[in-house]
C-alpha cells in the first residue's frame, strides 16, 4: 500500500481539478491503514478489496478520516468514492467538498457543494453549508429551502 502525502500537499487536491485520480495514487491504490482500528471497522479496511462492500468502506473510511482531521486523507478517499459505481449520491459529495473546504480549496468544495443539491434539493447539510458559503441567488435558494423543512 502506497501512503497518502501529508495534508499539506495540495496535489491531490489540484488534480482532482483535471478529473483524474489524484496524483501518486492510481487508479487502484490503497490508502495506508490508520494505526487505531475503532468500531468503525464493520466497514473498514479489510472491506476495501472486498467488491460488495468497496464503496461503503471508501465512505465510511472518508468520513473517519474527517473526523481524525485527516483531510488530504478524506479527500483521496471521497474523491475515489465519487468516482466509482455505485453511483455516489449526495452525501459522497458533501463528504468530498467537507475535506476540499478544509483544505482551503473553497471553489471546488462550492462545486461539490451544486452537485450534492443537484442530485438532493432538499438535503439540509448541503443547504446549510451554501448558505455559509455562498452569495446572491444560490444563498437565496439554500435560505428558502431551509426555511421550508422549518417545523
Known amino acids: 500500500m502506497r501512503a497518502l502525502r501529508s495534508a499539506n500537499d495540495l496535489s491531490a487536491v489540484r488534480d482532482h481539478e483535471r478529473c483524474e485520480p489524484p496524483q501518486g495514487l492510481g487508479r487502484t491504490a490503497a490508502v495506508s491503514a490508520p494505526a487505531r482500528l475503532d468500531a468503525h471497522d464493520s466497514i473498514g479496511e479489510g472491506l476495501l478489496l472486498d467488491r460488495d462492500y468497496h464503496a461503503k468502506s471508501l465512505a465510511s473510511l472518508a468520513a473517519r478520516a474527517l473526523r481524525q482531521k485527516e483531510f488530504a486523507r478524506a479527500f483521496a478517499l471521497a474523491d475515489r468514492r465519487c468516482r ?68
Open 84 to 151: 466509482i459505481e455505485p453511483i455516489a449520491d449526495a452525501s459522497h459529495f458533501l463528504l468530498r467538498a467537507t475535506a476540499l473546504r478544509q483544505l482551503g480549496v473553497h471553489a471546488l468544495s462550492g462545486r461539490d457543494l451544486r452537485r450534492a443539491l443537484e442530485i438532493e434539493p432538499d438535503n439540509i447539510i448541503a443547504n446549510r453549508l451554501l448558505l455559509a458559503s455562498c452569495r446572491g441567488a444560490e444563498r437565496w435558494r439554500a435560505a428558502e429551502t431551509l426555511a421550508s423543512h422549518v417545523w
